[in-house]
């Protein structure tokens, strides 16, 4: 099977061309895959296929995915499905350039969160249209050493970001977060931020699935919405342990923008 890695600011993906559907992939090889000492090594899994071949029902809120050409089946390294993963779509958005699959600098990726327009900066960068953020109220987080409390937010998946007085390098993120069952039945990525600049954020991330990672693109966008007053547009600029990346906030939505590269390509045994 052919493969490729690429990553965004550090947050890296096995990608798996698979344009007419004919892998069955399981969460056992996802996280074989995954296993940066059996496998390949990644926070997650990005099959490459056709949107009329990916062989499976969209929920009603993503039937937009299914006027795009090219579906993101992305899967976090312990085997789950994912909704959305905003530094993924970066990643597969590149790879369909490298790979030859799209033309130009404007296209749309299909997600289980619908349809997502991707759009390729002179200056190499990518940027994805995020859609609407929901805001869903308060909650906390309890962690290895501390209890959070922040803003629970939908990015198309879920999301609690919690502001901290301290640096985020003090936050103890070496155990899953210990969440609200209610509010949050089927998880959550937790993200501590907090501002270290007018307009600069710093922040960590644990996210479902994966733990902590050097980057979470939908978790970038959920502390860069909650850092931001109720009605008012704001650019962040959003510094993660791999790297940085720009958020837009106004009233078309939210843009996420940056870096996404491949840095490598192969065969594997493993599919």
Known sequence: MRFAKGHGTE????????????????????????????????????????TRALGEGLAPSARTAERAEWFMDYRNSDGSVAEMCGNGVR???????????????????????????????TDGDITVGMGLVEMQGSSSAEL????????????GNPH?????PGPVSEVDLSVPPVLDTEAFPD?????????????VL?????????????????????????????????VWRVRVPGGECTVTLDADGVRLSGPAVVVAEGETSLV
């Not at 749309?108 to 997502?116: F, H, I, Q, S």
């Open 11 to 50: 947050n890296d993906f096995v990608i798996l061309p698979d344009p007419d559907g004919e892998l069955d992939l399981t969460e056992e090889t996802v996280r074989l895959l995954c296993d940066r000492r059996a496998g390949i090594g990644g926070d997650g899994v990005l099959r490459v296929v056709r």
């Open 91 to 121: 990643v597969f958005a590149r790879y369909l350039l490298h790979a030859g699959y799209v033309e130009g600098d404007r296209f749309e990726v299909g997600t289980r969160d619908g349809a997502k327009q991707v759009t390729v900066e």
């Open 160 to 164: 609690l970001a919690c502001e901290v």
């Open 187 to 199: 998880g959550a990525n937790v993200e501590i931020y907090n501002e270290v600049a007018p307009g």
């Open 144 to 155: 290895a050493r501390q209890v959070v409390h922040g803003t629970q937010i939908s990015v």
């Open 202 to 234: 710093e922040m960590r991330v644990h996210e479902r699935g994966s733990g902590e990672t050097r980057s979470c693109g939908t978790g970038i966008v959920a502390a860069a919405a909650a850092a931001t007053p109720p009605g008012e547009n704001a």
